[in-house]
């Protein structure tokens, strides 16, 4: 399986980014989709999960209210609208697949290759 992350780049605090990431290769096989941010310094966290067969959502508490995730079956892509974006989201983004919806990234076996997203004050 073979991800490709795209979509970050610089916005002011309270503005928008819609990140994208497109799965490829043995993808029937893939159950879910995370995404994950690191930030200079800091462990890498969890920030969404979708179930590729239902679409379900789960989200981090640092990001429940602001962040969507969705899925697009027939594209092999899903997305991570990030609204209302503060100054502590800024990090790269990572995307990863057969987590089991898991929020420790250790668990995911394939990776992205990261999008920066920098939200400046």
């Known amino acids: 399986v073979q991800l490709q992350a795209s979509g970050g780049g610089l916005v002011q605090a309270g503005g928008s980014l819609r990140l994208s990431c497109v799965a490829s290769?043995?993808?029937?096989?893939?159950?879910?989709m995370g995404w994950f941010r690191q930030a200079p310094g800091k462990e890498r966290e969890f920030v969404a999960a979708?179930?590729?067969?239902?679409?379900?959502?789960y989200y981090a508490d640092s990001v429940k209210g602001r962040f969507t995730i969705s899925r697009d079956n027939a594209k092999n892509t899903v997305y991570l609208q990030m609204n209302s974006l503060k100054p502590e989201d800024t990090a790269v983004y990572y995307c990863?697949?057969?987590?089991?919806?898991?929020?420790?990234?250790?668990?995911?076996?394939?990776w992205g290759q990261g999008t920066q997203v920098t939200v400046s004050s």
């Open positions: 990863a697949t057969e987590g089991r919806l898991s929020q420790q990234h250790q668990m995911y076996k394939y």
């Open positions: 290769g043995r993808t029937y096989s893939s159950y879910d």
């Open positions: 979708i179930l590729w067969s239902t679409g379900i959502p």
